[in-house]
């Protein structure tokens, strides 16, 4: 008889994990999803037409907290523990839950869920959100076309709409934004790299999605998601570090996996980090995975009217999962606003609307800072309320989107963007063109 599986997700990795181990698969029936992380991604099904053969009416996403009723509901074999970023305690914990129930709890591997590509590919990955992912891509980006490619980015899932019509996204325009009705999320992390020229790939389906990145580029860039690993088989790893939180990189799954695949590690922020810090991540690494070349990069941060901050009390709005699961009390908008001389950072908590307010109940470190939340419509409007109720002479958006094209915001707005810098040698570009060279030989060569 097939086993009964129960797969704990939030909206991504879960529905990867499926398509890889389960879907149809006849020695497994999975009778529900779980959510969790996200707010608004439960109460829906994964739907039949993804789902393949034996789930006619699509699998139930439930959420969470309901974990125990499903197992004794569905006489549950196994449960898949299938999403990122969270502690290894955290994790134990669940598996006790599940344990205690009477099922097994799994967690897939990481290559037992990778995809093989026709084409090189370079996975950018992380021990934590927030580490500074999206800036390595952007670089990356540059760093390929330089040499004649053309990249597609293949960004981690972040399905959180029409299950049905996000099985293969494709951005190039802001148009595309509209047109697959983008979270606030979503934005933050495709629109810098549209900004740019570059192609980026999303969606639910990966085998699909991969398939068709192929035929438009040269080379694959995995563009990851939390702390999550690939779902491509990377030619070239690369794992970014934090010294901003030192020990992370060996407290969270899966980001510690990653650590140990890495090929090439990143650490992060040198501009801004403690010496500390930075020492102590470099001795983890070298204790836990020798053979990976680290690299130094600064992560500078600039502001396009830095006047307009100077003595002035300002309303930072940082990138939200790095403040909630991420666990960051504040970020680049932060850095940018005290360099430019800010006179007070005002704390938005005291005029937070709606849905706003429960992201602070929920998560207490967030400094004096706005998580900038949008998943769906009216936390949007949430969000715009209360940057409109506070009381300061600027917003200072620390967010990669210019929220502006979304929000209507009764305030001047200054936008902090945040680059890549090498910080000595050898650079991200030295290291990874020479494993390129050793790995993929004919990779420099473009379809042309």
């Known amino acids: 008889m097939a086993k009964t599986v129960i797969i704990m997700g939030a909206a991504g990795r879960d529905f990867h994990n499926f398509n890889m181990l389960y879907r149809n698969n006849p020695e497994y029936r999975v009778a529900?999803?779980?959510?969790?992380?996200?707010?608004?991604?439960?109460?829906?099904?994964?739907?039949?037409?993804?789902?393949?053969?034996?789930?006619?009416e699509g699998i139930p996403i439930r959420p969470e907290?309901?974990?125990?009723?499903?197992?004794?509901?569905?006489?549950?074999?196994?449960?898949?523990?299938?999403?990122?970023?969270?502690?290894?305690?955290?994790?134990?914990?669940?598996?006790?839950q599940v344990?205690?129930?009477?099922?097994?709890?799994?967690?897939?591997?990481a290559r037992s869920t990778m995809l093989r590509s026709n084409r090189p590919v370079i996975a950018v990955c992380a021990v934590r959100t927030g580490c500074g992912k999206s800036q390595t891509t952007r670089a990356l980006v540059?760093?390929?076309?330089?040499q004649g490619l053309n990249p597609a980015v293949v960004r981690h899932p972040m399905p959180y709409g029409d299950l049905s019509l996000q099985a293969v996204q494709r951005f190039e325009t802001h148009e595309d934004f509209d047109t697959h009705h983008c979270t606030l999320e979503e934005r933050e992390e495709y629109e810098p790299l549209v900004d740019m020229g570059a192609t980026v790939w999303s969606g639910v389906d990966y085998e699909a999605v991969l398939r068709q990145a192929e035929a438009d580029a040269d080379i694959i860039l995995w563009d990851g998601?939390?702390?999550?690993?690939?779902?491509?088989?990377?030619?070239?790893?690369?794992?970014?570090?934090?010294?901003?939180?030192?020990?992370?990189?060996?407290?969270?799954y899966p980001g510690e996996t990653n650590l140990l695949m890495a090929d090439v590690a990143v650490i992060a922020k040198t501009d801004t980090a403690s010496d500390e810090g930075i020492v102590r991540v470099?001795?983890?690494?070298?204790?836990?995975?020798?053979?990976?070349?680290?690299?130094?990069?600064?992560?500078?941060?600039?502001?396009?009217?830095?006047?307009?901050?100077?003595?002035?009390?300002v309303l930072v709005v940082e990138d939200g999962p790095t403040l909630t699961h991420g666990e960051m009390s504040e970020g680049a908008g932060v850095v940018a606003a005290r360099k430019a001389g800010a006179a007070e950072l005002v704390d938005p908590r005291n005029c937070v609307m709606g849905s706003?307010?429960?992201?602070?109940?929920?998560?207490?470190?967030?400094?004096?800072?706005?998580?900038?939340?949008?998943?769906?419509?009216?936390?949007?409007?949430?969000?715009?309320?209360?940057?409109?109720?506070?009381?300061?002479?600027?917003?200072?958006?620390?967010?990669?989107?210019?929220?502006r094209r979304v929000l209507s915001v009764n305030k001047q707005v200054v936008r902090a963007t945040y680059s890549h810098a090498d910080s000595g040698e050898p650079t991200l570009q030295s290291i990874v063109t020479a494993l390129l060279d050793k790995k993929c030989p004919e990779w420099r060569r473009t379809r042309n």
């Open 282 to 313: 470099e001795s983890n690494v070298r204790r836990m995975n020798p053979s990976a070349t680290m690299v130094r990069v600064a992560s500078p941060v600039v502001l396009d009217a830095p006047e307009a901050v100077q003595g002035k009390r």
């Open 225 to 252: 998601g939390n702390n999550d690993t690939p779902f491509f088989a990377p030619d070239v790893h690369i794992t970014l570090l934090d010294p901003h939180r030192p020990g992370h990189e060996l407290s969270y």
């Open 142 to 146: 540059e760093i390929l076309r330089n």
């Open 356 to 403: 706003i307010r429960e992201v602070f109940d929920k998560h207490p470190h967030i400094g004096p800072v706005l998580p900038a939340m949008g998943y769906g419509k009216p936390q949007i409007a949430d969000l715009e309320a209360t940057i409109n109720a506070c009381e300061c002479d600027a917003v200072v958006l620390g967010t990669p989107a210019d929220l």
């Open 99 to 109: 344990q205690a129930c009477g099922a097994d709890f799994v967690l897939a591997g």
């Open 65 to 96: 907290a309901e974990l125990e009723a499903l197992i004794a509901a569905h006489q549950a074999d196994v449960v898949l523990f299938s999403y990122s970023d969270v502690p290894h305690e955290y994790v134990m914990h669940c598996a006790s």
């Open 32 to 56: 529900a999803f779980t959510a969790s992380q996200i707010d608004g991604i439960d109460n829906r099904h994964y739907p039949a037409s993804l789902a393949g053969h034996g789930y006619s």
